[in-house]
Nanobody, 125 residues
């Protein structure tokens, strides 16, 4: 079954940068809007950023000005560039997207929501 795969997480010092990537596990017809969320230990999952199918981004207040979300409509992949990282950015980052995985969905303009398993980002002080 199709799912999303995140990569690019790791350990970085405060003030550093990381680039997370998100891609379907197999070929799909289209990826519409894409979202990144994160979850820190003991906290609820929080929304980080989203990008529409037309490429319009929105960001949470916590990351606005530091993170950049992008999407490649040809490759059907996405990315989250994270700059000026802080210890409070430490979390598991999840990628979610609405994808068209069948020709029927493509023809009817329908899609389903998928999420990945997450990638760990740790920022040391």
């Amino acid at each position: 079954q199709v799912h999303l795969v995140e990569s690019g997480g790791g350990l970085v010092q405060q003030g550093g940068s990381l680039r997370l990537s998100c891609a379907p596990s197999e070929s799909v017809f289209a990826v519409n809007n894409m979202t990144w969320s994160r979850q820190s230990p003991g906290k609820q999952r929080e929304w980080v950023a989203s990008i529409t199918g037309d490429g319009i981004p929105t960001y949470s207040e916590a990351v606005n000005g530091r993170f950049t979300i992008s999407k490649d409509n040809v490759k059907n992949t996405g990315a989250l560039r994270m700059n000026f990282l802080r210890p409070e950015d430490t979390a598991v980052y999840y990628c979610g997207a609405n994808m068209m995985t069948t020709m029927t969905q493509l023809m009817k303009g329908l899609s389903d929501e998928y999420w990945g398993q997450g990638t760990q980002v740790t920022v040391s002080a």
